[in-house]
């Protein structure tokens, strides 16, 4: 990881916190000794979705919850569920 301040390759890594979602570092240049905060998150996943006409298409998972939403939403026992169930939950991922 290179230092903001002066450029060098040479850090360590003084204190990692998990903020969910992303792993937040604190660092400290080998070099000049100053501190600095780095973040790290995992790369989302590169999923293609082929559909009947042989296009492609990227992953979306809103575009899926939408579908099958769309398709269900005439059953009262969705609607019910759904109510009960509140906001979409919070996709973070754990290491
Ligand atoms: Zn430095």
Known sequence: M???Y???Q???VIDSRDTGGNVRRRRECSEC???FTTYET???LDIKIIKSDGT???FDENKIIEGV???A???SQWTKQRNLSGAKKKSGQRR
Do not use: F, H, I
């Open 2 to 4: 290179q230092c903001p």
């Open 6 to 8: 002066c450029d060098s």
């Open 10 to 12: 040479s850090s360590k």
């Open 33 to 35: 000794e100053r501190r």
């Open 42 to 44: 995992a790369e989302k």
């Open 56 to 58: 492609e298409e990227q």
């Open 69 to 71: 939403t769309r398709a």
């Open 73 to 75: 939403e005439k059953t």
